[in-house]
């Protein structure tokens, strides 16, 4: 526990000292809420307003939690990489699983800080919810799903990527490119068919739909992502995702150059 302990908040300190990592995770999705918020509602009856709000601003949090855990944890791991650090804990007995546990904590605390900055300045301008009791606790699972699948990408990023930029700049750009493809940043109706069944399968894009489902009404998605199947297949795929991962960091990873 106390190597757990030391991991998190090693990371946590890192993070927190990283501006693009801050940029990235809490300021961009939060200019876009704000974006988006005023250029995506112009021609929409007022009634449905502010749930499009609403729905903008759960996509720019599940974005952030995307970017937390596609770029600023294969970026932890690079950097210690990169200073030697990595090396020094591989020779020390110290369990891997103790180390990824500790970054993938400290990452969540930094991208559900995001996302509840996200959504407080997406109610700011205007942004309103619908659900309660237990669709807020549906919420908080899907949330988790897209925590895992993050993870799960970034770890991945951060075992094969070696260099400390490119490690941030290729989960970012998976993060981005991902986002256009699977309705995160346009409306799911929009996408032409192959990148429909793209996003119902994409774990992340099909937990933010359910979120969208949940939180802002079923109008606003264009298909049912509650159906059991559809759940199914996002959390196999969000801890399938997290299990390669780990797998990965802790077989090629964790080991002396």
């Not at 509840?116 to 949330?143: C, K, S």
Request: hydrophobic content about 55%.
């Amino acid at each position: 526990m106390r190597q757990i302990s030391a991991a998190y908040t090693k990371a946590v300190k890192e993070l927190l000292r990283e501006k693009s990592a801050l940029f990235w995770t809490i300021a961009w999705p939060i200019i876009w809420v704000i974006i988006g918020s005023y250029i995506f509602t112009g021609s929409a009856p007022q009634e449905v307003v502010p749930y499009i709000k609403g729905s903008i601003a759960i996509s720019m949090m599940v974005f952030a939690l995307m970017i937390a855990g596609m770029s600023n944890l294969p970026a932890s791991i690079a950097g210690d990489r990169a200073n030697g650090l990595l090396s020094k804990l591989i020779s020390m007995p110290i369990k891997p699983y103790r180390d990824f546990i500790g970054r993938i904590s400290a990452v969540t605390t930094l991208s559900l800080l995001a996302a509840a900055l996200v959504i407080v300045i997406g109610i700011a301008v205007g942004a309103r919810f619908t659900g309660a009791g237990v669709e807020i606790l549906q919420v908080v699972g899907f949330v988790f799903l897209v925590i895992c699948a993050s993870a799960g990408v970034g770890l991945i990023i951060g075992t094969l990527i070696k260099n400390l930029q490119g490690a941030i700049m290729t989960g970012v750009g998976i993060a981005v490119i991902t986002s256009f493809v699977s309705g995160l940043f346009a409306p799911y109706e929009v996408l032409p068919v192959p990148l429909q069944v793209f996003s119902r399968v994409y774990p992340i894009s099909s937990a933010q739909a359910s979120i969208v489902h949940l939180l802002a009404g079923p109008e606003m998605i264009a298909y049912n992502p509650l159906t059991s199947s559809q759940i199914t297949l996002t959390i196999a795929l969000s801890f399938a995702l997290l299990f390669v991962g780990t797998i990965l960091y802790s077989r090629l990873g964790w080991k002396l150059d």
